[in-house]
């Protein structure tokens, strides 16, 4: 099999996981929201690009655990398991020849800050789960990190074309402290949805929560709908 076909088998792959989950995604608030709660011009999800509470920041605020690991590239590997067909286990060459995804996306931290026009460049989580095949009662996934952080998201969510585990920023390394070598963002949802120093994702037949929903945060997470806590709904 030439590349040319191995494309287009992942592409036709892609097409028909995505429209399993497709009606889902149409009635996300993040799509489907008649009155989110923001200002500022339109972003490219025609939202307000600046939800509401959110203050638009040049600077990239680092938030973590209190601990930073840091992970040579021989040594990372990407666990992706859990109800899948084909389970695997990435060594950077292998996640690096996966096809590679550029976007420009914005970033809202539930501190109340929102970084906008970030370059990425990685691999979408919806080429990964082509990859390994999710069951059909799959529903979500739990992302784990070298830091012992973990947080869970809904396909509907996880399956969305901006959602990439990143492994460059504005064309260069993605620097330690906020997650390199690999992170996950998920620029329609509140930033902590997105695992730093990912190392394992998990397919669930069932919503668990992670380390900040254990602890009140919102298991949705819209920031178009002040969705921070879990008293809020």
Not at 18 to 42: C, H, I, N, Q, Y
Request: hydrophobic share 35%.
């Amino acid at each position: 099999m030439d590349d040319s076909e191995k494309l287009n088998r992942i592409v036709e792959a892609r097409m028909k996981l995505k429209a399993r989950f497709e009606e889902k995604m149409k009635l996300t608030p993040s799509v489907a929201d008649d009155s989110p709660k923001g200002s500022g011009p339109v972003n490219r999800h025609g939202m307000p690009a600046i939800p509401i509470g959110q203050t638009a920041t040049s600077k990239w605020p680092v938030l973590d655990l209190g601990y930073q690991p840091n992970v040579p590239l021989d040594r990372w590997r990407l666990t992706i398991d859990g109800a899948v067909e084909n389970p695997v286990r990435l060594t950077w060459k292998q996640f690096m020849d996966l096809p590679q995804t550029k976007d420009v996306s914005d970033f809202h931290c539930v501190t109340t800050w929102s970084k906008l026009n970030m370059h990425w460049k990685g691999v979408s989580l919806l080429d990964l789960a082509v990859l390994v095949h999710p069951h059909d009662n799959a529903t979500h996934v739990l992302c784990y990190g070298y830091d012992t952080y973990t947080t869970n998201i809904s396909l509907e969510e996880a399956l969305k074309p901006d959602v990439l585990l990143v492994h460059t920023y504005e064309g260069q390394p993605l620097p330690i402290e906020h997650g390199g070598p690999v992170r996950m963002i998920t620029p329609q949802l509140y930033a902590w949805k997105g695992a730093k120093w990912i190392k394992r994702i998990e397919f669930l037949t069932e919503d668990k929560p992670g380390f900040w929903e254990d602890r009140g945060y919102s298991n949705t997470a819209y920031p178009w709908r002040n969705d921070r806590y879990s008293d809020e709904d």
